[in-house]
Structures are given as C-alpha cells and as structure tokens.
C-alpha cells in the first residue's frame, strides 16, 4: 500500500476502497468484521505467540509497487551479487544495531525473479538469512493499471514461486507471503488462492508461511477461520492514516478487532506513522490522532504478544522511515529518523519504557 508522501494523489478507486475499509468494515464500537473471532478456531497458531518477529520492511522508493526491477533503497541494479550482499549485509546490520530487528520483510515480483537480475537480489536475501535475521519474502503487484489488488499475471507469478522457494525452502530463517494485500479478491476468492499456493508448495513447513489477512490485509479473521490455512502465521497491516482522528481507545478497538481471537498466528507485517515531522510519541498527546495511533498500536502489540514489522524501516523519501541512508554508496550506513518512533517500536517487541503521562 502507498503511504506518505503521496497518499493525497491516491485515486479515486483506491480512495473509496481505503474509506470502506476504515469505515464499513470496522468501526471502534465493535461491530465484528466478516468471520467472527469466535470462528477462528480451526487456525491453529503454529506457535504460542509472534513475539520472535521483530522487524521492519525494507522499501523500494516506488513503494515496491513496479513493472520492472525492484531496486531497494541504497542499492542499484546494476550492482553484482557481491557488492549487493555487501551494501545488503551493513544495512541489515544498521537494522540490528539502531533498532534491535531481528526480522526484515521484502518484496519480490516476477520481473525481479525471472530474469538474470534473480542472482543480484538473492545477495539481499542470503546477507540477511547469513545474520541471523529472519526474512519474510512478499510478491507486490504492479503498478498502474497493474495496481488493482490482483495477482498480475498467473504465468509469471507461479514460475516466479517455483524459483524462490527452490531456492529458500531449506532455508528455515526465510518465510513466504503469497501475496501483499489483495484487496481485489473477495475474502472467499483470495482464502482459495493461498489454499492453493499451500498445495502447490506443499513441502514448505506451514509455520513458514504468511498467509495476508484479506483485503489491504486490514483483517485476519477469515483467513484465520479457514481451516485449509491451519498452521501458517498471518500478516496484518494497520495504518493511521486510515482515520483523520481517533482516541487512543478507539485505535486499540478498531486493531483487536481486525485480529479477533488469531493474535498467537498474527504478526502485523505493516504499520507506520509519520517519522521526519518531528512528532514525540513518547508523550501522550490526545489530540494528536498520529500519537494516538502509534502509542495504541504498539501497546497492543504488546500485550497480545504480537510480533510487529515496521513500515518502512528503510525507504528513500518516506516521511514514514525510521531510518535514512548516511555513509557512502558502496558503504551505506543508517541513522534513526525519530528516536521516540524507535522506543515505542522496542516497546512492542517488549523492550523499553511505557510513554510518559
């Protein structure tokens, strides 16, 4: 999903589909989404709780939505896999020691894994998995016309699954999500198609999987109560923009109720708010629906031991990134954008300090 600094050129399908989500399919009194939490049952967590996620989601400038080449921030395509595993491993490495991440989210399409870029980018990859990090591997569509919550092409999109898990499915530390946000697809419509990538890989362990809650992933309830994805984890994203304001209450009741009973398989793999304006979301601030947000979000996280990856940690001209590129262009470092932004994320992965009164 598109965030800051564009969100206002959004267009109008986008516009009237985000509104609906914010507004007809939940609401902060508690109205239920479709599949109750009570429904949930049959998706047995492949663990107790997501605590051991703690990541961020390193970004390509477009938002990874591309028909073409996806080129991370701080990397070129034109660069072999050497020098992007090593530009690769000190980014991961600034993640670790900034942050305390131990997890990163990716993005892939076909045109980045079905052509000869495939063996530059999987340097991005194994410097990550080499650290120790975990590494959650997600298809984004298009762009444009392509930008309609839709797998692109099935031609491409399956040979482009069949190369990354051969590559990574012996890899314990790397983890599949089918798809980012498939908000075309009825809940009914994208259940089937992740049944069906189950199928189709049927070797990956379970608990290797991210199944994304339906929609602009903004619900886990259905995808948690079909008993044909038992055993994966499930992404959620959770954004405040989605609401001009709300309280601090009102963002904890509109986020439980996107995960129902399902927190012990969920990991909320986006969420974000801005992080170069200069906001303190180490204060409260209840007239500040931003501060609300982040300070009700990350709470929840917590308490639901819920593991959490930040959107972006790293992504060129975000007024969302938690961090931005210092260093040189063969030796990039980073550098933490908004420290207060950096507390409550270490406070959802159970670190830190409450916010102050």
Same mark, same amino acid.
């Given at each position: ?6 969100? +206002?050129?959004?267009?109008?399908? $986008?516009? /009237?589909?985000? #509104? ?6 939940? !609401? &902060?009194? %508690?109205?239920t989404l ?21 990541g ?25 896999y050497?020098?992007t ?6 980014i991961? +490495?600034?993640?670790?020691?900034? $942050?305390? /991440?131990?997890? #990163?989210?990716?993005?892939?399409n076909?045109? !980045? &894994?079905? %052509? ?10 194994d ?24 797998i ?18 012996n890899?314990s ?10 908000h075309g ?28 809650g339906?929609?602009?992933n903004?619900h886990?309830t259905?995808?948690?109560?079909d ?7 499930l ?12 309280t ?14 399902c927190?012990?398989r ?14 303190n ?7 500040d629906n ?24 790293l ?9 931005t590129?210092?260093g ?5 470092w ?24």
């Amino acid at each position: 999903m598109r965030k800051t600094p564009t969100r +206002a050129s959004r267009t109008p399908r $986008l516009r /009237a589909a985000l #509104v609906a989500v914010a507004v007809a399919a939940v !609401t &902060v009194t %508690g109205t239920t989404l479709a599949g109750s939490p009570a429904a949930a049952a049959p998706g047995a967590a492949p663990t107790t709780d997501t605590t051991q996620f703690k990541g961020v989601n390193w970004a390509d400038p477009r938002d990874n939505f591309a028909d073409d080449l996806l080129q991370l921030s701080g990397l070129s395509t034109t660069d072999t896999y050497r020098q992007t595993y090593a530009k690769a491993t000190r980014i991961i +490495a600034a993640f670790r020691a900034n $942050l305390g /991440a131990n997890t #990163v989210r990716l993005p892939i399409n076909p045109y !980045t &894994v079905n %052509g000869a870029y495939w063996k530059s980018y999987r340097g991005v990859i194994d410097a990550a998995s080499d650290q120790g990090f975990k590494v959650i591997v997600s298809y984004w569509e298009g762009t444009g016309a392509q930008k309609d919550g839709f797998i692109d092409d099935t031609a491409t999109y399956w040979p482009m699954w069949d190369t990354v898990v051969k590559a990574y499915r012996n890899d314990s530390r790397v983890y599949f999500e089918p798809m980012n946000e498939p908000h075309g697809y009825t809940d009914t419509e994208w259940a089937d198609i992740a049944a069906k990538w189950l199928s189709t890989y049927s070797k990956v362990p379970r608990n290797r999987v991210f199944v994304s809650g339906a929609g602009y992933n903004d619900h886990v309830t259905t995808v948690c109560a079909d008993p044909r994805l038992k055993g994966t984890y499930l992404s959620l994203h959770h954004y405040g923009f989605w609401k001009d304001y709300a309280t601090y209450d009102q963002w904890v009741a509109d986020l439980k109720v996107r995960i129902g009973d399902c927190a012990n398989r969920t990991v909320a793999d986006e969420f974000g708010a801005p992080m170069t304006t200069g906001l303190n979301y180490d204060v409260k601030t209840p007239d500040d629906n931003f501060v609300n947000y982040v300070q009700a979000v990350t709470d929840t996280f917590r308490e639901l031991k819920m593991g959490s990856v930040y959107w972006p940690g790293l992504r060129t001209d975000d007024t969302y990134s938690l961090q931005t590129l210092t260093g040189t262009t063969a030796r990039p470092w980073l550098a933490t954008t908004n420290q207060s932004g950096a507390d409550r994320l270490a406070w959802a992965w159970g670190r830190g300090k409450p916010v102050k009164g």
